[in-house]
């Protein structure tokens, strides 16, 4: 075998400067082809899903950075205003800051809250209030912060007429950024409850304090800002809390007694509407029509009081025969009028007992009354705070049943032995007509509102009554002696209980109602110690929501008596629950009616801030809480009692109201669930 023959080769390579240079890419294009159709298809789909992931990444990262980029470009345009001159007003034109004329809807029960601009106005964004000035001094930066942290970023100036407005949208989208960074959500058991709800709060009392900026140039120059009242901002806040509570009950718990707003249901207690009535008189002062006119039309065409149920006396009376007679009262509608007197007439049977104290349960429906199944007493409170509601409803039917029954029944407790210094236990026997559980005397649960009536019923009988002014007067001087202290490290003055000549540092959330009966008597003639210890007391109430975590109070507070202690409230763990009570807020109400100071204002709006961060329910509605002390995790009930709606909503807006003689205290008294009625004529002498 011969082997194959050897052939020789030369390679030559002949280049041409005109020619292009050979390359291998075709053959190494093929090449990475057929590597790639040797892929399996999962292998190339992974590799084209990561492909495309790196593409979506690497844009958003640069439209990240450009937005960057051009907040900063705008912000050293916007600093450059100093350069600029801001044009002054023309005379005649009024500008507002603040909401826009109307926002607000104006209540109907009187002139006030009327908007104070013309229709030459010019609408102001919402921000500092800062004057509008010809020629500004040259500053390192324009911003006035004279609002609480969350105003003070880069802040609105005037609208000016021809002025500069594209300033202005650079402010509006750098806001618009910041708030949707700031927007949280927190979930709580399936219902969503938003963690940012709290209004943005208009300056606080001590903020509009500071200085407006220095003026140059000719003072006629100078165009005054005519400013809407800061409160016009938190009228509106009051209002939007409504709405929104408002919505829930109409949405999942319409014509029944109360909201759970978590589990979009409802709640019965008596199967008449509670939260509806309570809040009737509520949506008529604050001027919401519609929603008014919604309610009316369920009370006259579904509200019936023919029903086999039966009905706590002092619940009913308060809330309902409260409600309709108030909102008879604002409305002049007869309606209502002829309600309260249904409702009257089936709550007399209470009555009928062999010592004139009434049962606390009465069957509407059957004609008949009973105590509580475990006891033949009644508290105390309850039967002693149902007189406003029926001697103003004998007034008006002119049937003098409902006031008798109710003036027996303090003529009862006024000649009662068993009384502590004007202090009554809580408990009365409907047989004996005699005090029970004797000894432990308390301005807290059951025992509250007997306090409150006896001033109330004084002013409405046109301070007449000396009996009534005598037993109050004894009772706050009994207070004075065996309840108040002072707690140890900040020297906090409180009202605590007394049990057996034991004395306990407890108080009650029910006991801040208060500072405003006290400060009520004050108003009326009472002696001054009577407001002083009013303002003490009051500022006692605010700690109690100021030195919880949530800013919310609890139920129920234990005081410390020792200086060592670090904290002067105490809150043990059954006692940290809230249920949007009212109390404290009505204080606050009767306070700066009476002294005008803003810092009561100040305190109410936190309190707002408060309630619409911890208990506001996205859905609509605002729900109790079991745990004021973790703002993490506060524990909604699940429960929209119906005096969210009907007291303490009622009283921050008229605590906010510039309208002084919206429900003028000198004309009107509020009985205990805040629905208004009027002070009778003094009788002549």
């Known amino acids: 075998m011969y082997p194959p023959s050897r052939k020789d080769f030369i390679s030559l390579t002949l280049s041409d400067s005109h020619s292009q240079t050979y390359n291998n890419g075709k053959h190494r294009r093929q090449s990475c082809w057929r590597k790639w159709k040797q892929l399996s298809r999962l292998q190339r789909s992974l590799i084209l899903f990561l492909l495309a992931l790196l593409l979506i990444l690497g844009l958003l990262s640069y439209t990240s950075i450009t937005e960057q980029w051009r907040g900063l470009s705008d912000r050293e345009d916007w600093l450059d205003l100093d350069d600029r001159e801001l044009k002054a007003i023309p005379p005649g034109v009024k500008p507002v800051l603040g909401l826009a004329a109307g926002k607000v809807p104006a209540p109907v029960a009187g002139p006030h809250l009327q908007p104070a601009v013309g229709p030459d106005a010019v609408p102001e964004p919402k921000g500092p209030n800062i004057p509008i000035l010809a020629k500004p001094p040259k500053k390192k930066t324009f911003v006035n912060k004279r609002g609480p942290p969350s105003l003070q970023k880069d802040g609105n100036v005037s609208d000016t007429v021809g002025g500069e407005k594209q300033e202005q949208e650079v402010v509006r989208e750098e806001e618009g950024e910041e708030e949707e960074k700031q927007k949280k959500i927190v979930s709580w058991r399936g219902a969503m409850i938003e963690a940012d709800q709290a209004t943005e709060p208009p300056p606080s009392a001590n903020e509009k304090e500071a200085a407006a900026p220095p003026a140059t140039g000719n003072p006629a120059d100078i165009v005054p800002l005519e400013v809407l009242p800061e409160t016009r901002g938190r009228l509106e806040a009051v209002c939007d809390a409504f709405k929104h509570a408002w919505k829930g009950y109409k949405d999942y718990a319409w014509g029944h007694d109360e909201l759970k707003p978590i589990s979009k249901s409802f709640g019965e207690w008596f199967g008449l509407g509670l939260t509806l009535i309570d809040a009737l008189d509520t949506m008529w002062i604050m001027g919401l029509k519609e929603e008014f006119a919604e309610a009316k039309s369920w009370v006259e065409k579904d509200l019936s009081f023919n029903k086999n149920v039966d009905v706590n006396l002092f619940e009913t009376t308060i809330r309902i025969l409260g409600g309709l007679l108030s909102t008879y009262h604002l409305t002049g509608d007869h309606l209502f009028l002829e309600k309260a007197k249904d409702l009257g007439s089936r709550l007399m049977p209470a009555f009928k007992t062999p010592s004139k104290i009434p049962f606390s349960d009465v069957n509407i429906g059957k004609g008949t009354a009973h105590p509580p199944r475990w006891t033949s007493d009644s508290t105390l409170a309850e039967v002693t705070s149902i007189q406003l509601e029926f001697r103003e409803l004998s007034r008006l039917s002119q049937d003098p049943q409902y006031q008798e029954a109710a003036n027996e029944v303090m003529r009862l407790v006024h000649n009662l032995p068993g009384k502590h210094d004007g202090l009554v236990p809580m408990f009365i026997n409907t047989n004996s007509g005699q005090f029970t559980h004797k000894g432990v005397f308390t301005l807290g649960a059951r025992a509250d509102s007997y306090y409150e009536y006896l001033l109330k019923q004084w002013i409405q009988g046109g301070k007449t009554e000396d009996d009534l002014l005598k037993d109050y007067l004894q009772a706050i001087e009994g207070v004075k002696k065996h309840l108040l202290r002072q707690t140890g490290p900040s020297k906090l003055t409180f009202v605590g209980e007394l049990s057996h000549n034991r004395f306990n540092p407890k108080m009650d959330h029910l006991v801040c109602f208060l500072p405003g009966t006290l400060a009520l008597g004050a108003h009326n003639g009472l002696p001054g110690d009577h407001m002083d210890l009013a303002v003490q007391l009051m500022e006692t109430c605010h700690q109690m929501y100021k030195q919880m975590e949530t800013g919310l109070s609890p139920e129920i507070v234990h005081f410390s008596l020792q200086a060592s202690d670090g904290s002067d409230v105490i809150v043990k763990p059954a006692d940290r629950?809230?249920?949007?009570?009212?109390?404290?807020?009505?204080?606050?109400?009767?306070?700066?009616?009476?002294?005008?100071?803003?810092?009561?204002?100040?305190?109410?709006?936190?309190?707002?801030?408060?309630?619409?961060?911890?208990?506001k329910v996205s859905g609509g509605g605002?729900?109790?809480?079991?745990?004021?002390?973790?703002?993490?995790?506060?524990?909604?009930?699940d429960k929209m009692e119906s005096f969210f709606l009907g007291e303490t909503l009622k009283y921050l807006y008229l605590l906010f109201s510039d309208d002084m003689e919206l429900l003028s205290l000198d004309k009107y008294v509020f009985n205990t669930e805040a629905h208004p009625l009027p002070i009778w004529p003094s009788p002549p002498k």
Do not use: A
């Open 577 to 615: 629950h809230n249920l949007l009570r009212p109390e404290t807020v009505e204080s606050l109400f009767y306070m700066y009616r009476f002294t005008k100071d803003t810092k009561y204002r100040d305190w109410g709006w936190d309190m707002l801030q408060s309630f619409n961060k911890y208990t």
């Open 622 to 637: 605002y729900t109790s809480i079991n745990n004021v002390r973790d703002p993490d995790n506060p524990g909604p009930r």
